[in-house]
């Protein structure tokens, strides 16, 4: 189903400009398995187009400049930060957020053992943890905690959840 | 964010036809390459680049990492730092190149930083990042307040009495210790660049980075044929563990013959202008016994010439001990 973006809301971060409209630029983004068609402003990042375009709210901002990892998704399988990419450059790529991982009856490994081990206390840095650790499975990572702590370093957490969150981590790669 | 058109060229000779009309390539410029974003989408969300049009170079096939027939490795401009840092000849032959990667930035980051991003990569200095602030390498002529301002973490070399910017790179400290060449393909055709030469310092005109001009597409970068037997180190002291600019950080790649230094290249990051090697480090070694002392001689050498800023003096001590320590790690190795 095609969505219909109104790129003033994208643009509120920024100088709002009367040529926005006439620059609107058609993409298709891949979202979890289903194609969006949408009409953008060019200066749209991946990640403010998943969230106010797509309305997938999961893929969260934090600093919007690269610093926290909040917004992480994965593109063709590898984790990037989608605040430092324009929804245009990923057109027709294949983009997972949080909710294509799994669903509260049928979680992801790595959500279930986030929920088992406590992995996080006011939830908002968590599904770019999540986001994190699931491609981290697919990298190449020292099986130590150290290892892990390295290769997470692009996600904070203010509530400072970090050693469960390592725990958690440790917990499916044990399991896989 | 200022409005952009946004094109996507068919070709490498398509993306460097539409920038040659830019009026610069340096800051400011009118038309900008777009690879990984990760410094060029975070400098136009303040405002610090404005370009007016956008070519997305993410799809031109340059992103290869391919054996060359010297020996040497070739490495596409659009190469993924994540995929350089991970090849398994970076890892054999080039550890430096891929210890210095994997200690930048962030795993997200490196997945979409490119090769010839982080050769362009930009200063972290606060006032170039701040519109409301003066900045000579931003606005001309405008001044420079990190001089009298925070300058904890500017450098201490290179600098000039407009400008003292340090370079944030950790690839490029890497690829001077290798030795890397850069291939530019612009309108009148390609050139090779010694990295050493790729890099201007700021001098009168900070706002001029590099020597690339309008319509210059870096396309790849070369390295030559590895050392054998070298013994390869990137040490790299910042402010926390991880995800952090160096402060300091050292590059060495080193032979040792009989105890004895028989090659050495020296690069120091967080402390240069641009990417700085150091031949006062490197011929203060060249055939002298590997020993602790001889190590730190070298170190004296490097940093001998260091103009420290108001808060930055501690960068002198704090550079010879990380080369130290990579030296010394490099011997034990």
Redesign the interface.
């Known amino acids: 189903m095609a969505t219909i973006f109104d790129p003033t809301v994208s643009?509120r971060?920024?100088?709002a400009?009367n040529?926005?409209n006439e620059?609107a630029?058609t993409v298709t983004l891949r979202i979890n398995g289903k194609e969006h068609s949408l009409r953008i402003?060019?200066?749209t990042?991946l990640l403010d187009c998943i969230r106010e375009s797509v309305e997938l709210t999961g893929t969260k901002k934090g600093c919007?400049?690269?610093q926290c990892?909040a917004c992480?998704v994965h593109v063709n399988g590898?984790?990037?930060?989608s605040c430092?990419?324009?929804a245009?450059?990923n057109d027709g790529e294949e983009i997972t957020t949080i909710e294509g991982l799994g669903t509260p009856a049928a979680m992801h490994p790595m959500q279930a053992a986030f929920l088992a081990c406590d992995a996080y206390q006011c939830g908002y840095c968590t599904s770019g943890q999540i986001m994190?650790a699931v491609?981290?499975l697919n990298?190449?990572c020292g099986p130590d905690d150290a290892a892990v702590?390295?290769?997470?370093?692009?996600?904070i957490c203010r509530c400072g959840a970090y050693a469960n969150i390592v725990d958690a981590i440790q917990q499916v790669r044990k399991r896989a | 964010m200022h409005t952009f058109e946004f094109t996507r060229p068919a070709d490498p000779a398509a993306a460097i036809n539409a920038a040659a009309h830019a009026k610069t390539a340096q800051q400011g410029a009118d038309v900008r390459f777009l690879a990984g974003g990760t410094t060029l989408i975070d400098l136009m969300k303040l405002s610090v680049e404005t370009p007016a049009r956008l070519l997305d170079i993410n799809r031109l096939p340059l992103d290869t990492i391919e054996d060359m027939p010297d020996g040497g490795l070739k490495i596409g401009a659009t190469a993924r730092n994540s995929d350089l840092a991970n090849h398994a000849r970076v890892q054999r032959d080039y550890s430096v190149l891929s210890q210095a990667i994997l200690s930048g930035a962030s795993a997200q980051l490196r997945n979409m930083a490119t090769t010839a991003g982080n050769l362009l990569q930009r200063t972290r200095c606060v006032y170039f990042r701040d519109t409301a602030m003066p900045c000579n390498k931003r606005e001309p002529g405008s001044g420079c307040p990190a001089i009298t301002g925070s300058n904890r973490t500017l450098a201490i070399f290179g600098t000039s009495e407009h400008c003292i910017a340090t370079n944030p790179s950790d690839m490029c400290v890497a690829m001077a210790a290798l030795e890397a060449v850069i291939h530019v393909q612009g309108p009148q055709g390609t050139r090779a660049i010694p990295i050493g030469d790729v890099h201007l310092l700021p001098g009168n005109t900070p706002h001029r980075e590099t020597v690339l001009e309008p319509g210059d597409l870096i396309t790849h970068v070369t390295l030559p044929s590895p050392k054998q037997g070298s013994r390869q180190v990137y040490l790299k002291l910042r402010d926390r563990a991880s995800f952090e600019f160096a402060l300091a950080s050292a590059a060495v790649v080193m032979n040792l013959a009989g105890g004895n230094v028989s090659y050495v290249r020296i690069a120091l990051g967080g402390v240069g202008t641009k990417p700085w090697r150091s031949p006062e480090a490197e011929s203060a070694l060249a055939g002298k016994a590997a020993s602790a002392a001889n190590f730190r001689q070298a170190a004296e050498a490097a940093l001998r010439n260091a103009k420290p800023q108001s808060e930055n003096k501690f960068k002198i001590e704090l550079a010879k001990r990380c080369l130290t320590h990579a030296l010394q790690t490099a011997a034990n190795g």
Do not use: Q
């Open positions: 643009t971060a920024g100088r400009e040529s926005a620059l630029v402003d060019p200066r990042t919007d400049h690269g990892g992480t590898r984790r990037v930060v430092l990419s324009l245009l450059v994190s491609a981290l990298e190449s702590k390295e290769l997470m370093s692009g996600n």
